[in-house]
């Protein structure tokens, strides 16, 4: 299979925890919703740390080459340390060295993407996001990091807000194999625009010797559309074994000059490198930083309102930086971060295999490919990400919201957060049994600990998951009636103990409980096959063979209070 498979299926849960701050501070920013969908998918697809394996016979190197060219890249400094140093919000990866040929579902889906777009058989709304998605696997052959460099927005009206200047970067260590990455630059710019709007210029740099620089000028090129803004211009072009892709003009020369030692980058930052160490940040297959004030601070210098609240919801008006990394360890996948909050440098291991207690590891099954055990509560993340949400609405929108909110748990007679939140604990173990039928990446098993009563959590969920409806913001000038309210697409029922969401004739999503756990997984019978697993675990000794450290090495972590 290809390292985008594997990558997905062994780090499901790294970039929605890390980047939901990101994306709720930024999207909320944007007036069109097909523009924010636009550069959030862009974003995905330029930054996605899923590497690729290149398998296949006719479009990609043999094994041994692909080996090689792998080993020297990880001897090489890893891209993410080559940034800018005030880079907003970075999202770095590398491919997995491995030697399996199996057929990856994920690679098929993507190629049927590009494949669909070049005859014609993709919307024409949607073209851009088939020419993303194909273009995926090319990206994820080599290391390669993204970062947002600066971004600003500029009122349309009473909290309304549209993107004003946006400035990004990509970094990828392809060493000489730069025709790929050119030629797909080329045919981005054949399919989008034509010499009658716009034209490609070539740019020479000269770096200042003093400084380390080379000597000689460097070459790069810059694509200037007049349909689009003076900033929004493409650059691209190499430096030694780098590739450097900047959207917004002056961005390549600006992480030109970080990677050639011009300019401060995040590899010379105290901070960075205490924390790039600490997080086992060389090993790891992900990387995500994030300055959420910076970000608030860029933002709200035109729209403070708005950046105040969604900082102020996700709890981190406190934090300077934060950086999230993800790797592997056998079968186990780790996690760790590493903060700064009010000034004080935290670091926490999050998943991390020697300290992964037994009664934890019982819950595991043998079959299952990878797994986690996570020191991460739902029950603090998700009012904050939903409070942000919220936050980032206009005042009608949050009114009516808000509204429908307390009409729906005052007519189900619950307290979401008493009678269910509160209830549970601070582990989350995930894994990946059963498989999924497709291989779909991210679709999983996820186990949530009840620290308090299961009976409650069950009520609280029967009365839940009868059929809800969602409020109708279209009309925010009042505020819906019960009978007025939209039903969902997503129906919820429940058979043999299990609710399960019906969209059509599919069944998505399951959720259970058993005694000390709350189980949600891709479907209903997912749910049953864990449940059942659950129940035989606990009057059976752990024989999986899940990964254990030496015991005289085996370190106990400290209660996992709550950081605020």
């Known amino acids: 299979m290809t390292a985008f498979s594997a990558n997905c299926r062994a780090l499901f849960p790294t970039p929605h925890f890390a980047l939901a701050p990101a994306g709720v501070i930024l999207m909320p920013m944007l007036h069109s919703l097909r523009t924010r969908l636009l550069i959030l998918t862009g974003v995905f697809s330029l930054c996605s740390p899923f590497g690729f394996r290149l398998a296949d016979a006719q479009t990609h190197p043999a094994q041994e080459s692909v080996?090689?060219?792998?080993?020297?890249?990880?001897?090489?400094?890893?891209?993410?340390?080559?940034?800018?140093?005030?880079?907003?919000?970075?999202?770095?990866?590398?491919?997995?060295?491995?030697?399996?040929?199996?057929?990856?579902?994920?690679?098929?889906?993507?190629?049927?993407?590009?494949?669909?777009?070049?005859?014609?058989?993709?919307?024409?709304?949607?073209?851009?996001?088939?020419?993303?998605?194909?273009?995926?696997?090319?990206?994820?052959?080599?290391?390669?990091?993204?970062?947002?460099?600066d971004v600003t927005v500029s009122p349309i009206g009473a909290d309304s807000h549209r993107l004003n200047t946006l400035h990004a970067v990509v970094l990828v260590r392809c060493g000489e194999e730069v025709e790929l990455i050119e030629r797909r630059i080329a045919y981005a710019i054949r399919a989008y625009t034509n010499d009658q709007v716009s034209h490609v210029e070539q740019v020479d740099w000269r770096p200042d010797s003093s400084l380390g620089g080379p000597d000689t000028p460097i070459t790069y090129h810059r694509l200037l559309d007049s349909r689009l803004p003076e900033w929004a211009a493409c650059e691209w072009g190499p430096i030694d074994d780098l590739y450097i892709v900047g959207f917004g003009?002056?961005?390549?020369?600006?992480?030109?000059?970080?990677?050639?030692?011009?300019?401060?980058?995040?590899?010379?930052?105290?901070?960075?490198?205490?924390?790039?160490?600490?997080?086992r940040g060389p090993d790891a297959q992900i990387a995500v930083l994030l300055d959420p004030l910076r970000i608030r601070d860029r933002i709200g210098q035109t729209a403070p309102d708005p950046a105040d609240r969604v900082i102020g919801a996700l709890q981190m008006n406190r934090y300077q930086k934060s950086l999230h990394t993800f790797g592997r360890l056998e079968r186990a996948i780790t996690c760790y971060s590493a903060s700064s909050i009010d000034g004080q440098y935290t670091f926490t291991p999050v998943s991390d295999p020697h300290a992964f207690r037994s009664e934890h590891l019982a819950l595991i099954p043998p079959e299952a490919e990878h797994y986690a055990i996570m020191r991460w509560s739902l029950a603090r993340w998700l009012p904050r990400v939903v409070r942000a949400y919220v936050a980032?609405?206009?005042?009608?929108?949050?009114?009516?919201?808000?509204?429908?909110?307390?009409?729906?748990?005052?007519?189900?007679?619950?307290?979401?957060?008493?009678?269910?939140?509160?209830?549970?604990?601070?582990?989350?173990?995930l894994h990946t049994y059963p498989p999924h039928p497709l291989g779909v990446p991210f679709l999983c098993t996820f186990l949530f600990e009840i620290k308090g009563d299961p009976a409650r959590v069950e009520r609280t969920l029967a009365r839940l998951l009868t059929p809800v409806s969602t409020p109708d913001t279209q009309s925010a000038s009042q505020p819906a009636a019960p009978s007025d309210r939209k039903p969902c697409i997503l129906q919820a029922r429940r058979a043999d103990g299990i609710w399960y969401w019906q969209a059509g004739i599919f069944a998505v999503l399951g959720l259970g409980v058993d005694d000390n756990w709350l189980v949600l997984s891709f479907s209903p019978e997912a749910v049953r096959q864990n449940l059942a697993y659950l129940r035989a675990a606990r009057t059976a000794p752990v024989t999986q063979g899940a990964f254990r450290p030496d015991r005289g090495a085996r370190v106990e972590p400290e209660p996992y209070g709550d950081e605020d």
């Open 67 to 149: 080996t090689a060219s792998l080993s020297a890249q990880a001897r090489a400094p890893s891209p993410i340390t080559l940034l800018p140093a005030d880079a907003m919000a970075v999202y770095a990866g590398r491919p997995v060295a491995t030697t399996d040929h199996q057929p990856s579902t994920a690679a098929g889906f993507l190629a049927l993407a590009g494949t669909a777009r070049q005859m014609g058989l993709w919307p024409r709304g949607g073209r851009h996001y088939a020419d993303m998605l194909s273009a995926l696997p090319l990206l994820g052959r080599y290391p390669h990091a993204g970062a947002l460099l």
């Open 249 to 279: 003009t002056g961005t390549w020369e600006h992480a030109a000059r970080a990677a050639t030692g011009q300019a401060p980058s995040l590899g010379a930052d105290p901070w960075f490198r205490q924390a790039y160490a600490d997080c």
């Open 392 to 429: 980032s609405r206009s005042e009608q929108h949050r009114a009516t919201i808000n509204t429908w909110w307390d009409d729906l748990q005052t007519e189900l007679s619950i307290n979401v957060q008493q009678d269910l939140l509160d209830q549970l604990g601070e582990t989350t173990v």
